[in-house]
């Protein structure tokens, strides 16, 4: 059974920094890209972040271009989202997913995290 789990979110004031951790299990990590979303309330999941079953290519939402990266460590199952200089509008719930390929797509991943809240304050 897949199971992706997230931690790391939280309250922090506007240009601080949050990282998120999303752990999974039941399957070969490396065999699957990775993928970050996140959802406001009353708006749709966007497309934040996704990262290649190497690791080796990044892709990323324009609006997170600079202040947020990817990462993921295969030796510990584990995908990360370091999150820089953030922003009021990135408070949402944060969601990873993985898929057979990095794609900015929600139906192009297979298995979902519960999420994680993160909350930027102004």
């Known amino acids: 059974q897949v199971q992706l789990v997230e931690s790391g979110g939280g309250l922090v004031q506007a240009g601080g920094s949050l990282r998120l951790s999303c752990a999974a299990s039941?399957?070969?990590?490396?065999?699957?890209?990775m993928g970050w979303f996140r959802q406001a309330p009353g708006k749709e999941r966007e497309f934040v972040a996704a990262?290649?079953?190497?690791?080796?290519?990044?892709y990323y939402t324009d609006s997170v271009k600079g202040r947020f990266t990817i990462s993921r460590d295969n030796a510990k199952n584990t995908v990360y989202l370091q999150m820089n200089s953030l922003k009021p509008e990135d408070t949402a719930v944060y969601y990873c997913?993985?898929?057979?390929?990095?794609?900015?797509?929600?139906?192009?991943?297979?298995?979902w995290g519960q999420g994680t809240q993160v909350t930027v304050s102004s």
């Open positions: 997913a993985d898929g057979l390929y990095m794609s900015s797509t929600v139906d192009e991943y297979n298995y």
């Open positions: 039941g399957r070969t990590f490396s065999s699957y890209a």
């Open positions: 990262i290649s079953w190497t690791g080796g290519n990044t």
